[in-house]
């Protein structure tokens, strides 16, 4: 069984890269190792402010983060990060080759009920003679140089790619590292499940209802076939479901709120999910473009997403 450094030494040949790789993924055996503890370590509830987003943090939102931070800022390869739980950038070395976008802990609002989350990663390559700036991470989705996320569930599992297609670890706890337990995943075409807020439905434009209908009509409407809804409510569990038995994910702009017309962030979710899913075969979009040739506005950006199996996906856009 190869393990994680084992399979980086043969499939990546910048170091540093690697390098980015380890230092992300070991960060994230030790978020995995806090999350186990839950409250014998006082680590669950609420921090009692705000991020960047608006959002309530919890306080494992603050540790994943802090952690990440400074993992990252102290490695030579980093050039500057960017967290969903920031307000800014945060340059490092400014002679590091890389820049790493995260969540650092997607879904937490499953935390306290002992369900899945995850930390999402997005891997961008720029140089410079100047520390970084936010307009280097402005780049869209196709400049991305690795994306992954880890899960942590039942076991705790890496997904990850450096565009050469998808690869799935799990830890050993025993070891402390991940091992390679599938390789080349692919999703496949066709589906007959979907994920979607269902809540949200009076929200959503004529379209989209119209289209979550048919779905919820089955074999009695106009698709011919049943359908199964499974919903998450994290981004990483969902897309985790997906790559493993296929699937439709969907976070449709809605006019719930004006301000927010897309719930998820383009730079720490959409983007590295959007690669995962087209190195799999799948495909990534918004209601009008694929989301890997989005053109970055700031790194908070919210945008709508439609993903997973690459007919449905056409299916869905057809609407």
Known sequence: MQSLSQFLASD???????????????????????????????????????????????????????????????????????????????????????????????????????????????????????????????????????????LYGPSTMLVFTTGHGVNMFTLDVEQGEFILTRENVKVDPETQEFAINMSNQRFWSDAMQNYVNDLVAGKDGSRGKNFNMRWVAAM???????????????YPWDKKDPNKPGKLRLMYEANPMGMLLEQAGGKAFTHTERILDIQPEGIHQRVAVVLGAANEVDKCLSY
Do not use: W
């Open 12 to 150: 990546v040949s910048s170091a540093s890269l690697q390098e980015v790789l380890l230092v992300t993924t070991q960060t994230c055996i030790e978020i995995s190792s806090a999350l186990k503890k839950g409250s014998l370590a006082g680590i669950l509830g609420m921090a009692g402010n705000e991020n960047v987003q608006g959002e309530e943090q919890k306080k494992l939102d603050v540790i994943s983060n802090n952690m990440l931070k400074g993992a990252l800022l102290a490695s030579p390869a980093i050039r500057a990060i960017a967290s969903e739980e920031e307000d800014d950038i945060v340059p490092a070395n400014t002679d590091g080759e890389y820049l790493i976008a995260f969540d650092p802990l997607d879904g937490s609002s499953n935390i306290d009920i002992n369900s899945m989350v995850g930390t999402i990663f997005s891997i961008y390559r720029q140089v410079g003679s100047e520390p970084a700036t936010e307009a280097d991470f402005l780049q869209p989705g196709k400049n991305q140089v690795a994306a992954g996320y880890v």
């Open 236 to 250: 990483v569990g969902d897309v985790h479901r997906i790559l493993c038995r296929g699937g439709i994910f969907i």
